[in-house]
């Protein structure tokens, strides 16, 4: 693609950065066939190709965005299905994140859209404040479907979002060493974060277990926080670079007291981010190099397992998984095999989800500000998955595992959880049930919970 920035603007390492983008893309259009709001929506400008060329309008003529630049660039996912598609290597994800930067800094959403964004970026990154803010949907939850009658369809979409059962309690779980089971064979830090630690702490605790029983001792390091992608995709850049500096602090001083051998993340829209720390920082001379090295650390923990060789086990149950290859696991960070290869290792029978290359949906804070479309992806996931009949659903991502999961009765679970289980962990919360059902099918007893009905006399 032709460009033309001035020489002065190419100064700007942004819009260097950018401009180097833009001239890869050849215009061939392979990525509107995989773009979800392509796919649904039909318009040009809400597919990767069309988005490029108002992206490279805005930057060159250095304007304030303008409501319908802003409109087709807030309804993308950053699912980054079109870059897994482009056979010309055109690096999307950093050309819409500067495009949502330069939104967020020179166009003035109404006041509404302003406060929703605020409390987001404020609430989702704090987890006492998460927390709060959790319990309090909990409670309005069954109040939803008036919400939505109302036209209030953003706040309807936040609430149905909230867990469907009480938080786990919190605790202080930064700064704290796990030993490794025998010898140990390696050291690794784990990203505790911002969501994960208040939706599903089941997750973190199996992928310690399961690292522990391998000979991995993990470490949570002291200070560590909320990764910045959430902020990052909203255009919120300072915010996202504190954040990333402060988890890059953390682990430096981890790296440097005892050494690790990979920082894992459990949450893979976290791990996209976290992998990309080097280039969100790389014109900071205080945190360039730093930043490099943390990122070329980091892995997803399916990605480390994977690598760690080990020994097959037997599921305890003979379950039938469908893999949900979250977003930005498949297409952010080409972490596509190692998920499945490990469940199938553990005695998995794992089954592929028709159309796996498109979103559910989730995209971070998406399912809440784009919920109209983000359901429409959830519905079409949904019918997917279940055209398969299977027990349970595994997926990557605290974001998909939550939006799936409001759309089905089919156990989602986190990939390691079900690894742990399978390994001599506990029973995944998901599959009690399922598993008081198989055990009582093998006793020949059937639980009350499925019995059928008496039938009425006549």
């Known amino acids: 693609m032709q460009t033309n920035f001035t020489l002065g603007q190419l100064a700007d390492p942004q819009n260097y950065a950018s401009e180097k983008i833009l001239r890869a893309c050849v215009h061939c259009g392979f990525c509107t066939a995989t773009c979800p709001t392509y796919v649904l929506l039909g318009d040009e400008l809400d597919s990767p190709r069309g988005r490029i060329y108002l992206i490279k309008e805005m930057l060159e003529a250095e304007a304030p965005a303008t409501r319908e630049v802003v409109k087709h660039i807030d309804r993308c996912l950053s699912c980054l299905s079109c870059m897994t598609t482009c056979p010309s290597g055109v690096n999307y994800m950093h050309l ?37 803010a959790s319990v309090a949907g909990w409670l309005a939850k069954p109040f939803a479907p008036v919400l939505r009658a109302l036209g209030l369809t953003r706040l309807a979409a936040m609430v149905s979002l909230s867990p469907n059962r009480m938080l786990a309690p919190p605790g202080d779980r930064t700064g704290k060493v796990h030993p490794a089971q025998g010898p140990r064979r390696g050291r690794v830090a784990l990203l505790y974060g911002c969501i994960g630690p208040v939706l599903a702490p089941s997750t973190n605790e199996a992928a310690i277990r399961l690292l522990n029983r391998n000979g991995i001792e993990v470490v949570v390091a002291k200070n560590e926080g909320c990764c910045g992608s959430l902020v990052h995709h909203m255009g919120r850049e300072e915010q996202a670079l504190a954040q990333a500096r402060n988890n890059i602090d953390a682990w430096t001083a981890e790296i440097d007291a005892g050494g690790l051998d990979a920082i894992l993340v459990t949450v893979s829209g976290c791990g996209t981010a976290v992998k990309d720390y080097g280039f969100m920082l790389r014109t900071d001379q ?95 996931k949904v019918a997917n998955i279940e055209r398969l009949a299977p027990d349970v659903i595994a997926a990557g991502n605290i974001g998909c595992i939550t939006q799936i999961g409001g759309g089905t009765a089919i156990p989602v679970v986190h990939t390691v959880e079900l690894l742990d289980w399978a390994s001599g962990g506990p029973t995944p919360a998901p599959l009690m049930e399922l598993a008081a059902v198989h055990a009582a099918a093998s006793e020949g007893e059937v639980p009350a919970a499925a019995r059928p009905e008496p039938a009425l006399l006549d």
Do not use: W
Not at 110 to 132: E, N, S
Not at 291 to 310: F, G, M, N, P, Q
Not at 344 to 371: M, R
């Open 96 to 132: 819409v994140d500067h495009a949502r930067e330069h939104i967020e800094d020179t166009y003035t959403r109404p006041l509404a859209d302003r406060l929703l964004r605020a409390m987001l970026a404020r609430v989702l990154t704090d987890p006492g404040l998460f927390r709060l």
């Open 286 to 380: 205080a945190y360039a190099a730093k930043a490099a090295r943390v990122s070329a650390l980091a892995k997803d923990i399916t990605e480390y397992l994977a690598a760690l060789d080990l020994s097959p086990a037997r599921a305890p149950l003979p379950l039938t998984v469908a893999y949900h290859a979250a977003c930005s696991l498949q297409h952010g960070q080409r972490v596509v095999r190692e998920p499945k290869d490990l469940l199938s290792k553990f005695g998995f029978v794992v089954k592929d989800v028709p159309e796996s290359h498109l979103c559910c949906g989730s995209a971070g804070t998406y399912n809440i500000l784009q919920p109209e479309l983000a359901g429409q992806l959830r519905d079409r």
